[in-house]
C-alpha cells in the first residue's frame, strides 16, 4: 500500500517542512492533497514519471519531488498557520489513454504549524 | 457555487437502515465518479468507481451516476455500526474533485 512519514509534525510559523510518500507498487502516479479539519480532500499536484503533471490553486512555495523508486516528497516554505491540515498523497497506475485513474490513498501526515 | 456539492449531514441511522448519500456537481467535462470512506485521522479508501452514467453494484453498495443531471449517489443497504465514517463523493477529468464529505453514523 502507500505509506506516509512522519505521522504527526509540528512545525511553527515561517519554517519549512518536509513530507514523505512511499507509492504502491507498480504505480508510477503520484498526487498530494491537503485535508482541512472537515473538509474533503483539495488537489496540490500531480506528478507522472518525475514531471510535474497538473497542479491546484496553492501558491508556489509548495513544491514536490518524484523519485525513480515511487518514493516522493511535497515541500512547503515559509509555514502559515492555515497550512495546518492532514496531507495526503495517492498513487495510481497510469494507463494511456485513460484521463483518470483510481488513486489509492495513504494515511496522510497531520501537520499543525503554531 | 463549489464544483462539488455534498450534503453535509451529519446523518444518523439505525443498524440495517437505507442510507442515501449524494452529490451534485457543475462541471459536465467529470467523467469518473468515486466514492470514498473515511475513518477518523485516516486516509479516505476507495469503496466504489465508475465512469459516465449508470448504476454499478459492488455488495451491500451501489453507485448511481446522472450525468445529465449532474446528480450522484451512494446507497448503503443493510447498514452497520462499522460503515460508520465520512464518505467522500470525488470525480474528476484530469486531477480529482473531492465533496466536502458527509459524516454517518450507525447507531446499533
Known amino acids: 500500500g502507500v505509506t506516509q512519514s512522519p505521522t504527526h509534525l509540528i512545525k511553527t510559523r515561517g519554517q519549512q517542512v518536509t513530507l514523505r510518500c512511499s507509492s504502491q507498487s507498480g504505480h508510477n502516479t503520484v498526487s498530494w492533497y491537503q485535508q482541512a479539519l472537515g473538509q474533503g480532500p483539495q488537489f496540490i499536484f500531480q506528478?507522472?514519471?518525475?514531471?510535474?503533471?497538473g497542479r491546484g490553486n496553492f501558491p508556489p512555495r509548495f513544491s514536490g519531488l518524484q523519485f525513480p523508486n515511487d518514493s516522493s516528497e511535497l515541500n512547503v516554505n515559509a509555514l502559515e498557520l492555515d497550512d495546518s491540515a492532514l496531507y495526503l498523497c495517492a498513487s495510481s497506475p497510469r494507463t494511456a489513454g485513460v484521463a483518470a485513474d483510481t488513486q489509492y490513498f495513504g494515511p496522510g501526515t497531520r501537520l499543525t504549524v503554531l | 457555487q463549489k464544483e462539488v456539492e455534498q450534503d453535509p449531514g451529519p446523518l444518523s441511522v439505525p443498524e440495517g437502515a437505507i442510507v442515501s448519500l449524494n452529490c451534485t456537481y457543475s462541471n459536465s467535462a467529470f467523467q469518473y465518479f468515486m466514492w470514498y470512506r473515511q475513518y477518523s485521522r485516516k486516509g479516505p479508501e476507495l469503496l466504489m468507481y465508475?465512469?459516465?452514467?449508470g448504476n454499478k453494484e459492488d455488495g451491500r453498495f451501489t453507485a448511481q451516476v446522472d450525468k445529465s443531471s449532474k446528480y450522484i449517489s451512494l446507497f448503503i443497504r443493510d447498514s452497520q455500526p462499522s460503515d460508520s465514517a465520512t464518505y467522500l463523493c470525488?470525480?474528476?477529468?484530469?486531477?480529482?474533485?473531492f465533496g466536502a464529505g458527509t459524516r454517518l453514523t450507525v447507531k446499533p
Open positions: 470525488a470525480m474528476s477529468a484530469h486531477d480529482m474533485r
Open positions: 465508475t465512469y459516465s452514467s
Open positions: 506528478y507522472y514519471r518525475e514531471e510535474e503533471n
